[in-house]
């Protein structure tokens, strides 16, 4: 499964409530209609006061083909002006968010464990990675796939973890995206901590094992995060 993510910041003057108001009422039902589009979702943060983002857009698509077909050649930076629907689309996420801190990321989903019957509902923590200075991307995505991956998918209480690769990483804002799925809002600041801190327990476990492994691949200060709760709105899956 392929999907773009749309790191969204609200438009000034407007509050997070009104943000997600116009998200929900007058943008999203644009968004979801799209061609191609199997499953939308939007990921709201559940502090919002420390988010880094006011939210996530999820667009899936069944293969790179259709993605490319709605968005343009690299869906992460060139949308397809031919088609009208994207126009239009694009030329309303100026009424509610900030052009210029949006961020488009475009990737291959790949499931690493999945114990639920879908998202929606279900608490979540999406990292978005970069590499060290260094490394190669291809050297990145060993590390992260070999060593780290194991280690993250079992911290207690995930559900569910999926990275993201980038389908043009030479073009891409990140090296790739992890997701990690809980059921329970308290288990995910337990093992990974609060918005906009590290608070978890420094002795817990995977979690103890996975933090301290990302100081072997990740600039961690050039990773953003956010912590939200995926709203589903579409699934023809």
Same mark, same amino acid.
């Given at each position: 499964?392929y999907?773009?993510?749309?790191?969204?910041?609200?438009?000034d003057?407007?509050?997070? *409530?009104?943000?997600?108001?116009?998200?929900r009422?007058?943008h999203?039902?644009k968004?979801?209609?799209?061609?191609? @589009?199997?499953?939308?979702s939007?990921v709201?943060? %559940?502090?919002?006061a420390?988010?880094?983002? &006011?939210?996530l857009?999820?667009?899936?698509?069944e293969d790179?083909? #259709?993605?490319?077909?709605?968005?343009g050649?690299?869906?992460?930076?060139?949308?397809?002006?031919?088609?009208?629907?994207?126009?239009?689309?694009?030329? &309303?996420? %100026?009424?509610?968010?900030d052009?210029?801190a949006l961020?488009?990321?475009?990737?291959? *989903? #790949?499931? #690493?464990?999945?114990?639920?019957?879908? %998202?929606?509902?279900?608490?979540?923590?999406?990292?978005f990675? @970069?590499? #060290?200075?260094?490394?190669?991307? +291809?050297?990145?995505?060993?590390?992260?796939q070999?060593n =780290?991956t194991?280690?993250?998918r079992e911290?207690?209480?995930?559900?569910?973890y999926a %990275?993201?690769?980038?389908?043009?990483p030479? =073009?891409?804002?990140?090296?790739?995206v992890? *997701?990690l799925?809980?059921?329970?809002?308290?288990?995910?600041h337990? +093992?990974?901590g609060?918005?906009?801190?590290?608070?978890? &327990?420094?002795?817990?476990?995977?979690a103890?094992?996975?933090?301290e492994d990302?100081?072997?691949?990740l +600039?961690?200060?050039?990773?953003?995060?956010?912590?939200?709760? *995926?709203? @589903?709105r579409v699934?023809?899956g």
């Amino acid at each position: 499964m392929y999907k773009q993510i749309v790191l969204l910041t609200r438009a000034d003057g407007m509050s997070h *409530e009104e943000f997600v108001e116009y998200w929900r009422e007058t943008h999203a039902p644009k968004a979801e209609a799209l061609p191609g @589009v199997c499953k939308y979702s939007i990921v709201l943060p %559940t502090d919002p006061a420390h988010a880094e983002f &006011d939210g996530l857009a999820e667009l899936y698509f069944e293969d790179l083909e #259709q993605l490319y077909g709605t968005f343009g050649s690299r869906g992460d930076h060139e949308p397809n002006f031919d088609r009208a629907e994207v126009v239009a689309v694009n030329e &309303d996420v %100026t009424n509610f968010a900030d052009p210029g801190a949006l961020t488009r990321f475009v990737g291959e *989903e #790949q499931l #690493q464990r999945d114990d639920v019957d879908g %998202t929606d509902g279900l608490y979540k923590h999406s990292a978005f990675l @970069v590499r #060290q200075d260094g490394m190669s991307h +291809a050297e990145f995505v060993e590390y992260w796939q070999t060593n =780290h991956t194991p280690i993250a998918r079992e911290i207690a209480g995930v559900v569910r973890y999926a %990275t993201v690769l980038p389908a043009a990483p030479e =073009h891409a804002a990140f090296d790739g995206v992890a *997701e990690l799925y809980f059921e329970d809002l308290d288990a995910l600041h337990d +093992a990974l901590g609060g918005e906009g801190s590290r608070d978890y &327990d420094p002795e817990r476990g995977m979690a103890k094992r996975a933090r301290e492994d990302v100081d072997s691949f990740l +600039a961690i200060d050039r990773r953003p995060r956010l912590i939200g709760r *995926e709203h @589903v709105r579409v699934d023809e899956g």
